[in-house]
């Protein structure tokens, strides 16, 4: 079982920068593929980010692409959301996620995909 714990969620100004972090319990970290999702109020959970098991793959959804930037630290068993520019839709509880399947781009937005959550993080950005 691994364990997920996210950090960093604040009140923001919109145009104001975090960075969101979510460290892993599991000692093959590097064997993970993670991801972020959000969950706005009234809303779906919908896809952020993921990064493959050695970071060398990303992708984004086209609400945040060229805002944010997801990253991983291996040796620290963290991943890393940095969230840019942000706007007042970008408010929502924010959800780190783990996988152990093989990364497949088209698949990595998927929620079903993943076998791991944390309990989520709350972003909130005002006007």
């Known amino acids: 079982q691994v364990q997920l714990v996210e950090s960093g969620g604040r009140l923001v100004q919109a145009g104001g920068s975090l960075r969101l972090s979510c460290a892993a319990s599991?000692?093959?970290?590097?064997?993970?593929?993670m991801g972020w999702f959000r969950q706005a109020p009234g809303k779906e959970r919908e896809f952020v980010a993921a990064?493959?098991?050695?970071?060398?793959?990303?992708a984004y959804s086209d609400s945040v692409k060229g805002r944010f930037t997801i990253s991983r630290g291996n040796a620290k068993n963290t991943v890393y959301l940095q969230m840019n520019s942000l706007k007042p839709e970008d408010t929502a509880v924010y959800y780190c996620a783990a996988s152990r399947s093989t990364w497949v781009y088209s698949r990595v937005a998927k929620s079903a995909e993943y076998d791991y959550w944390g309990q989520g993080t709350q972003v909130t950005v005002s006007q």
């Open positions: 990064i493959s098991w050695t970071g060398s793959s990303t």
């Open positions: 599991e000692r093959t970290f590097s064997n993970l593929r």
